[in-house]
């Protein structure tokens, strides 16, 4: 049985697989790709839509525990390259 994780964005459920680990590093989150960073991590939908919202909600901090502002740009790229990866293998 795989393990369940809540999203930071939508706050809904979903398998472990199927979300993206990001983890706070100074003052910028960053994805988490094989969930082994050390520090607390948060769960997120690898979409934009998710992305956004928790931003708005400002869920960051307070499911990674920091204060202050957080630099979401790593993660932003990587939803975009995932994106491109998509499109080229879908394209084949």
Known sequence: MEAVRTCVGC???AQR???L???AQESQIVVDP????PGRGAWLHPTFECLDKAQN???????????GTLDTAAIRS???????????????
Do not use: D, K
């Open 57 to 67: 909600r400002r869920a960051f901090g307070r499911a990674l525990r920091v204060e």
């Open 11 to 13: 706050r809904s459920r």
């Open 78 to 92: 990587h939803l975009t390259r995932e994106q491109a990866e998509e499109a080229v293998t879908s394209h084949e």
């Open 17 to 19: 697989s199927s979300l």
């Open 21 to 23: 680990r990001v983890v």
């Open 34 to 37: 094989s969930a082994t960073l």
